[in-house]
């Protein structure tokens, strides 16, 4: 429903930040108001003033348009990790923002995992808190917050379904000034769009949520908090009946989109990598087999990570040779094994594709190694496959009658991944 009652602007001043109360409506259940920290340099003079943010109550954040994911560390040759920082802000914080009535305020920011890859592994989130400009108006050094990771399981960019991931506890440590924070979280394994935020008690008139008003949000920041000061706040389900509704801050404000910004919050990945290497060997018809993934590869998931091997010879049996010793490059059967020893093998897979007597390159080799790892298929998978933190080497392996004896076989090119958690 939405509010058919305004709220004037706060005063300004010119000695400090100052926040209106503002009068909140009694009529249903009502957000608490939402008031802006905001500064302006003008001339040599701070000008502070505060803004009330009229909220409206019931109803989902409107769905983000999607928008290019953050820029990383260029991708290593080599496979194992890269560093990846998801940050949109430009480095500074220009003003901040709180619950008027005071309680416990959530704000939250999307990212989604780097082009190259469906996934990526969090170590850390990194916040800031409160506006250097007016210092005294965040909560104090000490103050317990709480970081958080959230999955959306849709990848639509709205949090109204978002799934808690990690939830980490932590301090406020050097309020109102510009820096970042950084909060280590236990690994936290998240798939293209994402959220982390923070949330936090505060008290009435006070910041502590700190804003870069020079990034437009285009869909990437969101807030919400308790109706009541005094409410419980639970990350693990945001349309709470004791939540405000989740506002987005291309929209939030009054007049709407006056509060259009991003938060000063960052998140740190260890990016794990799934490469490809090695040569692969050229079946007798003249194709290259490939190999290739879809999916997570996770010690705790029984599905989810299907390794696949096409341009393969139809109607053959093939397997995954696979090791997690490092890579090879040894020469076999006319080609080259990919993996160093000891090697294992999966269990037997049939190519499919075109019908005999037709001979063709239609054949394609599938494993879920998230499901052999855990003895689906049966076969006597290495233990090694659910360690979290191991590199896998594998390869397609398959018959290929086109060569005499002892090359009748084809050989994919090698793939290397890490097994997240």
């Not at 503002?22 to 920290?37: E, H, I």
């Not at 003079?45 to 409206?56: G, N, R, Y």
């Not at 769009?193 to 990437?220: E, I, M, W, Y």
Request: glycine share 10%; charged share 15%.
């Amino acid at each position: 429903m939405h509010s058919d009652k305004t709220f004037p602007c706060a005063r300004a001043c010119r000695e400090r930040a100052h926040a209106d109360p503002g009068v909140p409506s009694a009529r249903g259940r009502w957000p608490a108001l939402l008031a802006l920290g905001l500064s302006v340099l003008f001339c040599g003079t701070v000008l502070a003033q505060s803004q009330d943010a009229v909220p409206t109550q019931g109803g989902a954040a409107a769905p983000a348009p999607s928008v290019p994911a953050a820029e990383g560390l260029p991708l290593g040759a080599a496979g194992g990790t890269d560093q990846q920082l998801y940050g949109i802000d430009d480095g500074t914080t220009e003003t901040s923002l709180g619950l008027t009535l005071g309680g416990t305020l959530c704000w939250m920011q999307k990212f989604d995992t780097r082009p190259q890859a469906e996934f990526d592994l969090l170590s850390e989130i990194q916040v800031a808190y409160g506006f250097p400009a007016f210092p005294g108006f965040c909560v104090p050094n000490g103050t317990t917050a709480t970081v958080c990771v959230w999955e959306d399981p849709n990848d639509d960019g709205d949090p109204v379904d978002a799934i808690l991931l990690r939830q980490q506890a932590t301090t406020v440590q050097n309020a109102d000034s510009h820096f970042l924070n950084p909060v280590a979280i236990p690994a936290t394994t998240v798939e293209r769009t994402f959220f982390v935020g923070v949330f936090l008690k505060h008290l009435q008139n006070q910041f502590p949520a700190s804003r870069d008003a020079n990034t437009t949000s285009q869909g990437r920041a969101f807030f919400l908090g308790t109706v009541l000061p005094n409410g419980v706040f639970d990350p693990a389900n945001l349309l709470a009946a004791a939540h405000t509704q989740i506002f987005s801050m291309d929209t939030a404000g009054t007049p709407p989109g006056s509060l259009n910004s991003v938060w000063r919050l960052r998140a740190l990945g260890d990016s794990p990598q799934i490469t490809t290497y090695c040569t692969p060997k050229v079946n007798s018809l003249g194709c290259t087999p490939q190999i290739s993934h879809t999916g997570v590869p996770r010690a705790t998931s029984f599905f989810g990570f299907v390794l696949r091997g096409t341009q393969v010879r139809n109607q053959k049996v093939g397997l995954l040779l696979y090791g997690t010793t490092g890579r090879d490059n040894l020469p076999f059967q006319g080609g080259f094994l990919c993996m160093s020893a000891p090697r294992r093998r999966s269990v037997a897979r049939s190519s499919g594709g075109t019908a005999l007597p037709t001979n063709d390159c239609t054949g394609v080799l599938e494993l879920d190694m998230n499901a052999f790892a855990h003895g689906v298929y049966g076969g006597t998978p290495n233990a090694a496959l659910l360690v979290a933190g191991n590199l896998v080497n594998c390869q397609w392996w398959g018959r290929d009658n086109g060569f005499p004896a002892p090359n009748n076989s084809s050989l994919s090119g090698g793939l290397e991944y890490p097994v997240l958690p």
